[in-house]
């Protein structure tokens, strides 16, 4: 039985359009996907209390399956949009930024749900400074990333405009 290890299909010192301005991208797409989640769990929440008001106070146990409800939520949101065609989430799409595999293949759904929760976990246990984990590699990479052998770079897009600006410049 043999194993054949891929080399990493991206590399900074080659390609550094790919990495350009990624991680400020990263956050901001990650604002935009947290209103995303967040807004149907307001909604929710709304509605178990009126839900609650209206039974006279049993409506409120409701409020037991909610924190159930939003892990789902999250786990599919992730899952469905990194799992996509286009291998980003809604954020992700509008700050013209994918996720690959190390080795260069789009990402896929359990790929996705994995990734978000092994980012929650180690936010959760290592404190939200184990983020700055980016700093020390080429790559730009994040402990999650690396755990689960992921890349974030910038979409072929953006990534042909900045080659572009570059020649030009």
Do not use: Q
């Not at 550094?16 to 769990?41: K, N, Q, W």
């Amino acid at each position: 039985m043999s194993i054949e290890l891929k080399p990493h299909a991206y590399d900074p010192a080659t390609r550094p359009e790919l990495f350009e301005g990624v991680v400020a991208r990263r956050v901001i797409a990650f604002v935009i996907d947290f209103v995303i989640l967040s807004v149907p769990v307001v909604f929710v929440s709304m509605f178990i209390f009126v839900i609650g008001i209206v039974t006279l106070g049993l409506g409120f146990f409701f409020y037991a399956l909610l924190w159930p409800a939003m892990v789902v939520w999250a786990v599919c949101y992730y899952g469905m949009t990194l799992g996509s065609p286009a291998s980003a989430t809604i954020g992700m799409r509008v700050m013209d930024i994918e996720m690959r595999t190390w080795y260069g293949a789009p990402a896929y759904f359990l790929l996705g749900a994995v990734h978000a929760v092994v980012f929650w976990i180690t936010v959760s246990a290592l404190t939200p400074f184990i983020l700055l984990v980016f700093l020390f590699n080429e790559r730009r990479r994040c402990l999650h990333d690396m755990l689960v052998g992921t890349v974030v770079i910038n979409n072929e897009m953006r990534a042909a405009s900045l080659r572009a600006s570059r020649r030009s410049s």
